[in-house]
């Protein structure tokens, strides 16, 4: 019989969400997790999955029952003829990539940080960049999901086709995911080269740079005209790098959270950090080359907030410059750096933010310098209000206000979506406040 634990606290990764759910359970197996959902529909109670708990929102909370994933974490099957891996859907991708290593295979696209669970990345539509490349989601070939009554569904594209269109991206509320099936590709290294350039320059040359680069993004940094452009390719070089713990650690974190924290007195230092530490730290033209997980993976420094949401490709100059034209028209709003600024294809998937459309996310970025909240407000308006005027839509993840009635305008296949969510979970076991304001 499954055990379950009261009075555990819940917190995600960036400390700004928490909850205290009634029962927290950490299912071994499928037989456990469907006594969890058989007791939730005695006691009519609710239900979150929560894998790493990374998301930076409150779309893992609940004050129901929490199944934490984590003991189901095993590599099931890897077909070595197809590239394909099965796991549990609790597995972090960290503990992946070695797994699939020793049968020389690799995920084509990551995003920055891997101790995630696979689970947790496609159902929050993870994304990295490279305009060939789709959101994490569309990796996955297979998927089973068990139901609010208890049923398990097998899904792919010849098997329960519309759930799996649906479930690739299925923000914890079709139900528990418990296996997923992955497409690798031959294990490979990647070089990444960085070096400076100016906003103007990348805006101008946006198509040059994504066809001279398969992984391409950029940071802008606010206050400034400063860029810095980073390529990720295919390479034969040994594993290198150019980092050091002096310029990467002693000034690039421990100095920089220092400022930011005076900052936060002193707001009209921001724009002067931003142009100092591009300086300090992204004039030089910098390599490094590793296995291709080393290189997706980076560093997210001290705790923060972020928003990051996907406009139509084309609509990148515009949004951009429209943002910074907004800082320079209002001094007192200071934005940290860096702006981040991907690309990705785009997909079928109903609730993909690149749902058939190629793909820019912007993401930007207020830290938390020794936990203190920066004042933010006026730049996330700001910022969320040009990404609607562009027809851009938030990732999944992250904090950001819109309700039903923005997502019915966002999303073609918004509706259709509903209608399988309330299929396979009439009773709404799965639902809590951060999905309730998407779906009513």
């Known amino acids: 019989m499954v055990h379950g634990y009261k009075g555990v606290k819940f917190q995600n990764w960036a400390k700004t969400y928490g909850c205290c759910p009634e029962i927290y359970y950490q299912p071994t197996s499928v037989e456990e997790v469907r006594e969890v959902l058989a007791l939730a529909r005695q006691q009519n109670k609710r239900v979150k999955v929560v894998g790493g708990g990374h998301s930076p929102s409150d779309i893992a909370c609940t004050d129901g029952f929490m199944i934490h994933m984590g003991k189901m974490n095993r590599v099931l099957q890897v077909d070595t003829e197809k590239k394909q891996v099965t796991v549990e859907a609790g597995i972090l991708l960290a503990d992946l990539h070695p797994q699939l290593g020793k049968h020389g295979l690799a995920l084509s696209n990551l995003g920055a940080v891997s101790d995630v669970t696979a689970g947790g990345v496609i159902g929050s539509g993870t994304h990295n960049t490279g305009i060939k490349h789709g959101i994490l989601a569309t990796q996955v070939v297979a998927l089973t999901l068990l139901t609010a009554d208890g049923t398990i569904l097998e899904c792919s594209e010849s098997s329960n086709a519309e759930v799996f269109q649906a479930a690739r991206v299925h923000l914890g509320c079709l139900g528990v995911i418990l296996t997923i099936t992955l497409q690798c590709v031959p294990q490979f290294h990647l070089q990444e080269i960085s070096f400076p350039s100016t906003l103007e320059e990348v805006l101008n040359n946006l198509d040059s740079h994504l066809k001279k680069s398969e992984y391409f993004r950029f940071l802008w940094f ?143 970025i207020m830290y938390r310098p020794y936990g203190k909240d920066v004042p933010r407000l006026d730049y996330w308006l700001t910022y969320e209000t040009i990404m609607k005027k562009v027809g851009g839509r938030p990732h999944w993840a992250k904090a950001h206000n819109c309700t039903r009635k923005d997502f019915e305008k966002m999303y073609p296949a918004f509706s259709k979506f509903c209608a399988i969510r309330e299929k396979l979970d009439p009773t709404g076991m799965f639902l809590n406040a951060y999905l309730e304001k998407v779906f009513y």
């Not at 300086?279 to 296995?291: D, M, P, V, Y």
């Open 222 to 364: 606010p206050h400034s005209e400063n860029v810095s452009i980073i390529y990720q390719d295919h390479t034969n070089k040994p594993p290198s790098s150019s980092a050091t713990w002096f310029w990467d650690y002693a000034i690039g974190f421990y100095l920089l959270e220092f400022l930011l924290w005076v900052s936060s007195f002193l707001p009209g230092l921001v724009g002067w950090i931003n142009r100092c530490f591009f300086w300090l730290l992204f004039t030089r033209k910098k390599e490094s080359s590793n296995l291709s997980y080393k290189i997706f993976s980076y560093e997210c420094r001290f705790k923060q907030h972020v928003q990051d949401w996907a406009i139509p490709r084309e609509k990148t100059k515009e949004a951009l410059l429209e943002l910074k034209a907004m800082l320079e028209a209002h001094p007192k709003m200071v934005a940290h750096y860096p702006v981040e600024v991907r690309f990705t294809r785009g997909d079928d998937i109903l609730l993909s933010p690149c749902f058939q459309r190629d793909s820019c996310y912007m993401n930007i």
